[in-house]
């Protein structure tokens, strides 16, 4: 049986203006949550973070916690039985219904929109159908109401529409992703695709850029573009990490840098690095002047998420015998996961995108006082990008070379 992955971690399916744009609930810089979207909020976070400690490697990562689990909680929404028993408790959404979940994805995609509007955010959604098999209407009228999801007729025998696929990655990602498919596949009969789209400029720019040394996770000194501010911004401290809160626009979003305390292991570091730190680091934040120099860096990472989803425990989905769809169709299980992400920090600000994708395949028998603090980030450090009155994390990454 063929175990591709494909899953639209962030096959941005671009949510139209109409979508609550200009939504005055959610234009002050801040995005209300019930209790209930409280815990939905932090165990997506968790969720992130899990799986960006087993993508851990010596060298440059980028995943998005909020791609990969809309394109993974829409593709829930169609399972059953052991399935969604399995999806729901790897994404963290297993003390919660369905309905909740998607009730709180519909009320992100709006408001994260709409928080910030010198600071462009595009979400986009959408799934493509080979006629090969029929999906229930039902599944498609949750994905359109609660992920404002595009639906596409596929042939993916053809080229034709991998062109079309890879062309809506582009699009959507203002051609920072230009594809996520690489050939026809004939076997593949569903895609499920999610993507991000982000450029905040800083509030605060960066005055110099010059040339200056980065060690490297091996040790190794390079030369590197280095940027330099000197200001007031929030800086906290805990459990040997130190952050400082980079805003962007309103400062509804804001990228965090993390640097670990320089005598522990970094690969260990990352590890214990998790969204109860970020927590406790965001609320440690005070006023401070700062000294800070850190790099320019911009790179494009790709994760193949199957394995990586088994081993946290979505085994089923990925079983040709003992996957459930039964909501979406039947028959099918999930083939790949995939992943790809872009990122490009300077002094202006920084622009990043996330395309995941959920690959479905039949099975072959059809079945269910203020001191001045020095923060000089020239050796590996964390970056978060995250929503601020809510601590969504759009994205978690490492500089180390």
Known sequence: MKRGF?????????????????????????????????????????????????LYKEDQVLFSPLSAS???SMT???????????????????????????????????ALLTVDPGTAFEIANSIWIDDKIKVKQGFIDDCKKYYASEVYPADFSSQATIDKVNK?????????????????????????????????????TFPEVFKDRFTTISGKTTGMEMMQLSTELSYGEYDGFRMVDLPYGNGAFSMKVILPDEKEDFGKAVKRF????LDKLNGKLTSKDVFLKMPKF??????????????????????????????????????????????????????AAAVTIVGMYKNAIDGNPQDIVMFIADRPFIFVIQENSTGAVLFIGQKVS
Request: aromatic share 12%; glycine share 8%.
């Open 6 to 54: 494909l899953f639209a971690f962030s096959a941005l399916v671009l949510v139209a203006a109409s979508c609550g744009k200009n939504d005055p609930e959610y234009s002050e810089g801040a995005i209300p949550l019930t209790k209930a979207e409280e815990g939905i909020n932090a165990s997506a976070n968790d969720f992130g973070f899990n799986v960006f400690h087993e």
């Open 70 to 72: 809309l394109a993974l």
């Open 76 to 110: 829930a929404t169609g399972a059953a039985g052991e399935t969604a028993s399995q999806m729901t408790k790897v994404l963290g959404f297993d003390k919660f219904s369905t309905d909740d979940v998607n009730r709180y994805y519909r009320k992100m995609i709006d």
């Open 168 to 204: 809506w990655c582009s699009d959507k990602t203002h051609g920072k992703i230009t594809s996520i498919l690489e050939e026809p596949d004939p076997e593949l009969v569903m895609a499920l695709m999610n993507a991000l789209y982000f450029n905040g400029s800083w509030k605060y």
């Open 274 to 277: 998790d969204a109860g730190i």
């Open 298 to 351: 911009s790179f494009e990472y790709q994760s193949d998420l199957d394995k990586v989803l088994v081993a946290l425990g979505m085994e089923d989905a990925f079983d040709c015998a003992k996957a459930d769809f039964s909501k979406m169709s039947d028959g099918l299980y999930i083939g790949f996961v995939k992943q790809k992400t872009f990122i490009d920090v300077n002094e202006s600000g920084t622009e």
